[in-house]
C-alpha cells in the first residue's frame, strides 16, 4: 500500500538515529497529511546541504565562510576549547561561561574502531595552538573511556607551550552526596576546591 | 523452564535440602534461582537451552528478602525476544540495574574450577566476590576491560606499520590508574579472605595452614605500596612496549594475574587431590560469604551435588558449617546423604518435576 515515493521516504527516515520502521512509517505518513509540511520539510533540507559546511577554522558549521563565533571579535582568542563534535559546543555556550573559542576534532581516538590521531583534526589544532597566540587549551572531550585518552593524547602534545586544562567531573548541582556513583564522587573529591 | 511446567516452592531460613531423583529437575531449581537473581545461568550461556522444550518461553519469579520485607523480582525469556525484567512489578531495562550480585554464592560441581581451572577461572572467581563486595569494583575493572582491548588493538595496528606507537602512551595511562584500583582491591580482599580460608578449610578436615594470595604478573606488585601501584603499572606497560607490539597484545597487569591456593608450601591448584580441590572450593565460598557477611545480609548458598562426593566426616563438617549463617539450599539424589543433612537442622523438600 505504500507508493515507491512514500517507501523511499519511509527507508531514508529509518536511518535517522532514534528511529526504527514504525516510527519512520508514523512520520511518513503524518508529513503527507498536511500539504505544508513536506515542502518546508523539504525546503529546510535542501537549504542546509547546500549552504551549511565546515568552517576552516574550527570545523564546527558554518555558512559563508566561518562559524559566528571565529569570525566574531569579541571572543577571546587566547582560549581554546577542543571538543569531540559539534554538537558538545552547543551546551558550553548555554552555560555562558566560555568567551574563548572552539576547535572541533572530530570524534575520539578509539583503536579498536581504528580511529587513530591521524584521523582527528589534532594537527589543525597543533597549528592553532602554535600560530593564534592561544594560552589555554581547555579540553573537553567526553568523560569516557576514548575521551579520557584523548585527552591525556592532547596533554602531551601541547605541554610545556600553553596552559592545558580538563573539564572537571563532579556532583550534578542539586543532587545529593548519597546517591552519587563511587567513579563520579572520587573524581569530585580529588578535583575538590578552595572556598 | 528446564524440565519444568509449573512450580512454586518455598524455602526455610536456614539448611534445605532439594531431595529427588536423577534428573529430577533439583538442579534446575537453583538454577532458577540464579537466574531471577543475575539474569544468566551458572549452567549455559544460551537462553534458549533453558526454555522447556515444547515450551515458548520461560518466567521464573522470586520473593527474596531480609527481616520479612520481600521484595518480589521476574524474569521472562522467550528465544529471539529481549529479556523482560521487573522488580517489585516495575519493568527494569537494564540488567546492572536489576540484577543482585552480592545474593547468591553457586557451588555447581564444575565450581572446581576456581581451585584447579586456568588463571582466569580463579580470577573470575575472585572478581565475583569482590564485585558484591565493594561497589566501584565492577566498573572499575569493566573500565580496565575496556582500556585492554583498545590498548590490544592499538598494538595490533602499530605491529601491521598502521600508525605510530605514539598512540599508546594515553591507554597506558588510563590502564595504569584502573589497574591498580582493581589491583589494590584484590590485594585487599585476598587478605581478608586468606586466614578466613584457612579455618574454613581445616573445619571441613582439610588441615591447616592454608591461604590464598594474589599472584601478580608483576612482581614488584607484591610488595608496593597501594599508592605506588599505578605508577609502577605503568612503569612496567612502557617497559614492555616492544615485547607488546611484537606479541600484539598487553602481556602485563592484572588481567595476567593468578590467585594462588595452598597450604603450607603445597600448590593446591596444581598438585591437590581431587579430593582436596573440592574442599578448598567448597572453604573458598563458605569464606566468601562470611566475608560478604561483615558488611551485608549473609548471601544464600546454592549447591548442587556436593555431598556424595564427600566422606562421612567431611559430609558432616560441611553440613554443620551449613546449619549456622544463613540460607543455603542443598541438591542430592542420595536419602542417606538427606537425612544427614536433616539431622543436622536441615529442611526436607522432595522435588519431582512431572514427566
Known sequence: ?195 | MRCWRRAALEFPDGLAVLIGPNGAGKTSVLEAITLACVGVSPRTASGGDLVRAGAEALWVGLDIGYGGQLERREIGYAPGRPRRLRRAGQTVRSLGEWRLPGALLVFLPDELRSVKGPPAARRRSLDRLLEAAEDGYAAALGGYQEALAQRNALLRRVRAGETASTGLAPWEARLSELGARVAASRRRATALLSPIFARRLDELGGGEGAAVAVEASIPEFATVADDRLESTLARALHARRERDIAAAQTTVGPHRDDLWVGRGQRDLRRLGSQGEQRLAALALLLAGRDMLSTTAPAPVMLMDDVLSELDPPRRAALLRALATGGQALLTTADPLAAAEAEHCGATRIPVQAAA
Open chain 1, 1 to 195: 500500500m505504500l507508493t515507491p515515493s512514500i517507501e523511499r521516504l519511509v527507508t531514508e527516515l529509518a536511518r535517522l538515529p532514534g528511529i526504527g520502521p514504525r516510527s519512520a512509517q508514523r512520520l511518513a505518513f503524518h508529513l503527507m497529511r498536511d500539504a505544508e509540511r513536506a515542502p518546508a520539510l523539504a525546503a529546510a533540507l535542501a537549504a542546509v546541504s547546500e549552504r551549511v559546511s565546515l568552517c576552516p577554522e574550527c570545523f564546527a558549521f558554518a555558512e559563508d565562510g566561518r562559524c559566528p563565533i571565529c569570525s566574531d571579535p569579541r571572543r577571546d582568542a587566547t582560549l581554546l576549547c577542543a571538543v569531540e563534535e559539534p554538537s558538545a559546543i552547543l551546551p558550553i555556550e548555554a552555560t555562558n561561561e566560555f568567551r574563548g573559542r572552539y576547535h572541533v576534532l572530530g570524534g575520539a581516538l578509539s583503536p579498536i574502531d581504528g580511529i587513530d590521531p591521524e584521523d582527528l583534526r589534532i594537527a589543525e589544532l597543533l597549528g592553532r595552538v602554535e600560530g593564534d597566540g592561544v594560552a589555554e587549551l581547555v579540553i573537553a572531550t567526553n568523560p569516557t573511556m576514548s575521551g579520557e585518552a584523548t585527552a591525556l593524547y592532547l596533554a602531551d602534545l601541547v605541554r610545556g607551550r600553553v596552559r592545558v586544562t580538563r573539564l572537571a567531573s563532579g556532583l550534578p548541582v542539586g543532587a545529593d552526596v548519597e546517591h552519587a556513583d563511587e567513579l563520579t564522587l572520587a573524581r569530585a573529591l580529588l578535583g575538590r576546591r578552595e572556598l
